[in-house]
């Protein structure tokens, strides 16, 4: 059971998982609005068999309990209404969310469903079942909050502000032209849009960002792709790898504290390590290579060092003629070039194919 304005709803049917999560998001908003915290309670059922549509008005909560297979449309919502939709186990629905201020949606944990979201705000709680959530927030400042559950779940955003979060089970996540935040679970996929991304890694996933900004931080294991300009990447704490994709704008990528793989993309990149050990490509661009003694006692390969790219070595004291004099090269059979620098703290730095000079120090 949980508790709403007016009265009490069943969610026993709806499995562990979907249960708590609806709990915990009418609890919030019940704390965080006051027109929903005084509203008025109506409850009804849909017995599916068709396509079923209601309407919620201002001022009401209209709890919908769904007992039957069928397209549930809620499209003609308006105002500061909120509708709330359960179901009962084994409950398959097509749902057609509307306009209204509020919608949330516990869908059951052993169904397979469809969602399809309206310009309003919604709260999608899914379970273990198999589900596909389209359009979240087709229109430009709605927004959605979808948690996935255990299930294989396909997340398609649009033009609204979005928030997602992964679960244990396989999810692919689309995003479209609004601003996403999206934190990824196990082996979760990522595609970039056109907008404004904030992107947390999980386990063993895969990300793409975008045209717009990314700010990506890699979880545990994750493949990520940059895409935009102006965007951070930063690796997580098992082995990361980092790319710069198809993007031409300036980034930033960051090494963690695992082993990372950075390749910078075409534009005027940062590479940061980290405190673990990292291997770094240099793009077409003029890239900085930075590190500082926050990465003490890491490894670092540099491939890829042009002419126009520099190192800065921070929190030493070190000046370039200092840098330059502590720098070791040597040359391989095969004429390949290879300069290293030890740091005071045993941070190590290798340039392959490139002889430092004092202007490669910044």
């Known amino acids: 059971m949980v508790t709403v304005p007016g009265g009490t709803l069943s969610t026993s049917g709806l499995g562990t998982s979907t249960s708590t999560a ?4 009418i609890q919030t908003l019940n704390a965080s609005n006051s027109t929903f915290a005084n509203a008025t309670l109506t409850q009804a059922s849909v017995a599916g068999g068709g396509t079923s ?4 008005a201002s001022g009401q909560i209209l709890a919908l309990s769904a007992s039957g297979n069928g397209t549930i449309s809620l499209t003609g919502q308006t105002g500061s209404g909120t509708a709330i939709l359960t179901q009962a186990a084994g409950i398959t629905n097509t749902v057609l969310l509307g306009s209204a201020v509020n919608t949330i949606v516990g869908l059951n944990d052993a169904s397979n469903n469809i969602v399809n979201t309206g310009g309003g705000n919604s709260t999608i709680v899914a379970g273990a079942g198999n589900n ?3 359009g979240t927030a087709t229109t430009a400042g709605g927004s959605a909050n979808v948690t996935l ?16 979060t992964a679960g244990s089970g396989n999810a692919l996540i689309g995003l479209g032209s609004g601003s996403n935040t999206v934190v990824a679970g196990a082996s979760t996929y990522v595609i970039g849009g056109t907008g404004n991304a904030s992107i947390t890694g999980g386990t063993n996933s895969t990300v793409f960002g975008g045209s717009g900004v990314n700010t990506i931080v890699g979880g545990s294991g994750d ?3 940059g895409g935009g300009s102006n965007g951070t990447i930063t690796a997580g704490t098992g082995n990361e790898t980092l790319s710069g994709g198809t993007g031409t704008g300036a980034n930033t990528y960051v090494a963690g504290a695992g082993n990372a793989l950075i390749a910078a993309g075409a534009g005027n990149d940062t590479i940061k390590g980290g405190t673990g050990n990292a291997t770094m490509f240099g793009g077409s661009g003029n890239d900085l290579f930075s590190f500082s003694t926050a990465g003490k006692g890491s490894s670092n390969l540099i491939s890829g060092f042009s002419a126009n790219d520099k190192l800065t070595i921070g929190g030493y004291g070190l000046s370039a003629s200092q840098l330059l004099a502590d720098t070791v090269s040597a040359t391989a059979s095969n004429g390949t070039v290879f300069s290293t620098v030890v740091l005071p703290d045993g941070t190590k730095i290798v340039v392959i194919g ?8 910044v």
Do not use: D, R
Request: net charge neutral; hydrophobic share 60%.
């Open 149 to 164: 559950g255990a299930g294989t779940a396909t997340v398609v955003a649009a033009a609204g502000n979005n928030v997602i």
């Open 223 to 225: 493949i990520i792709f």
């Open 53 to 56: 549509n209601a309407t919620v």
């Open 22 to 25: 609806l709990a915990n998001a």
């Open 132 to 134: 596909t959530l389209i």
């Open 354 to 361: 490139t002889a430092l000079t004092a202007s490669s120090f």
